[in-house]
């Protein structure tokens, strides 16, 4: 016989008007709700810890190092079958830079990123597949070149020269037709985040950055801005004398300010070798310097990630760190020093204009 709902209504309200009713009840959807409380908690860690799995993964394909014991079972499968495929690409594509001109190299990572977002935990393909798969970064263009011959005459003799292609749409349209694959917006996207979880240490990308930084920006004489492009319009503080933003009272500054939002890639000035990367207290947060010889010597400062290690060597446009509001600093930006055998310098004598 059905129970009539105005009636079911008037007994729950008289339950609930009860207090030791309303703690029994309470209990009860304690116990009926808990099991699936933990299990909604169990899949959110679950969830959490494969972003965790993954990226450890990804670095451990391509900075090698011992695998955890709690790497699960199929990852630890597919890690191996990758650093395989990557000694491989490695060696195909050094085979190629010797074809290339000018020092204008494959990007081995962008190769191998692109590889990892199609096969990590797929079958991979033949070592004839891993050719084929490097080549569809690059057009070989036949040449002719002017050597002596054996005689001391002079011969024309013809040569092949690789020239890496830059844009990645052409990239993907030669890979889908010379591996018969159809590549997904999704794939796409997750070869740009291993790319950008190895190159720059975030998986995240460049969509938050300011126009520019996603490339060095070097001058005629070699001198490279760490926050790329239009630096000019992000100086907040010169170098010199100001009032010190957080006691408003006179004081030296000893570089550039320059307002770029948390995450911008920093980029080393000049050739050199990392000296410092860590924490400072209280002042310059977590940075770096690097010297250049000769006496010159930069350091960035306020970063919220360091890239560099110490003992490392790196080239001009090298992102060393990214930026950020750590020490003594009120907002997201980067000191930049110039320093001249310990003297520090204004950095606008060696910042070339946009």
Not at 65 to 84: F, K, L, N, W
Not at 147 to 155: H, M
Not at 232 to 253: A, C
Not at 301 to 330: F, M, P, W, Y
């Amino acid at each position: 016989m059905a129970v009539p709902a105005a009636a079911l209504a008037k007994a729950a309200a008289a339950a609930l008007s009860d207090e030791e009713t309303r703690k029994k009840l309470g209990w009860i959807m304690a116990v009926i709700l808990s099991p699936l409380i933990l299990t909604l908690a169990f899949f959110c860690s679950l969830l959490s810890g494969s972003v965790d799995h993954n990226n450890s993964a990804v670095l451990l394909c391509f900075h090698g190092g011992e695998i955890p014991a709690s790497t699960p079972a199929e990852y630890v499968a597919y890690i191996e079958e990758m650093r395989d495929s990557f000694q491989l690409l490695d060696e195909l594509i050094s085979t190629v830079n010797e074809m290339t001109e000018d020092g204008d190299n494959l990007d081995a990572i962008r190769i191998k990123a692109v590889f990892y977002a199609l096969y990590f935990g797929e079958d991979a393909p033949s070592r004839r597949a891993h050719r084929q798969f490097v080549d569809c970064f690059v057009i070989y263009e036949e040449r002719t070149r002017t050597v002596a011959g054996e005689d001391g005459t002079d011969i024309e003799e013809s040569y092949t020269v690789a020239i890496p292609i830059t844009d990645m749409a052409e990239v993907y349209r030669n890979i889908e037709s010379a591996l018969r694959l159809e590549i997904t917006e999704e794939q796409k996207g997750n070869a740009d985040s291993v790319y950008n979880l190895v190159r720059y240490g975030v998986a995240a990308g460049t969509d938050g950055w300011i126009p520019g930084a996603d490339v060095p920006f070097i001058g005629a004489d070699g001198f490279c801005s760490p926050i790329g492009a239009g630096w000019e319009s992000r100086v907040t503080s010169e170098f010199g004398n100001r009032i010190d933003p957080i006691t408003h009272k006179p004081k030296g500054h000893s570089g550039m300010d320059l307002a770029v939002p948390t995450g911008t890639p920093i980029r080393a000035a000049l050739p050199g070798t990392v000296t410092v990367s860590k924490y400072n207290v209280g002042g310059y947060g977590y940075y770096v310097c690097i010297d250049h010889g000769n006496g010159l010597s930069t350091l960035y400062g306020h970063c919220s990630k360091l890239l560099a290690r110490v003992g490392q060597t790196v080239e001009a446009g090298d992102i060393i760190a990214l930026s950020g509001n750590t020490g003594r600093s009120t907002g997201p930006h980067l000191h930049f020093e110039v320093r001249v055998n310990g003297e520090r310098t204004d950095p606008r004598y060696y910042l070339s204009t946009s």
